[in-house]
C-alpha cells in the first residue's frame, strides 16, 4: 500500500522520493555494530531515530553541497 500511495504521489509531482528509492531502501541491509564494538570499541555517537530524523530534515529542507551532485533542492 505504501509503494503504491508513494508512485501516485511521485506522477502528480507531490513527493520528490521515486518508489524505486523505496524499494532501494527496503532491500537495504541492517548494520549490527556489535563486532565494530567488540573489535574496535567502537560506539555509534547518534541512534537510528536521530540518523533518520537528520536524514529526512536535510531531504525537506533541499540541504546539499556545492557539487554538481550534491547540490540541494527545495521541494514543495
Same mark, same amino acid.
Given at each position: 500500500?505504501?509503494? $503504491?500511495?508513494?508512485?501516485?504521489? #511521485?506522477?502528480?509531482?507531490?513527493? *520528490? ?11 537495504? *541491509? ?11 570499541? #567502537? ?23 556545492? $557539487?554538481? *551532485?550534491?547540490?540541494?533542492?527545495? #521541494?514543495?
Amino acid at each position: 500500500m505504501v509503494r $503504491t500511495a508513494l508512485s501516485a504521489a #511521485w506522477r502528480t509531482h507531490a513527493v *520528490p522520493a521515486s518508489p524505486h528509492l523505496f524499494d532501494a531502501v527496503l532491500r537495504l *541491509p541492517a548494520l549490527d555494530c556489535a563486532r565494530a564494538h567488540g573489535l574496535l570499541g #567502537w560506539q555509534p555517537s547518534r541512534s537510528a531515530q536521530e540518523a533518520l530524523s537528520a536524514f529526512l530534515h536535510g531531504v525537506r529542507g533541499g540541504a546539499g553541497l556545492n $557539487t554538481p *551532485p550534491l547540490v540541494g533542492r527545495k #521541494w514543495g
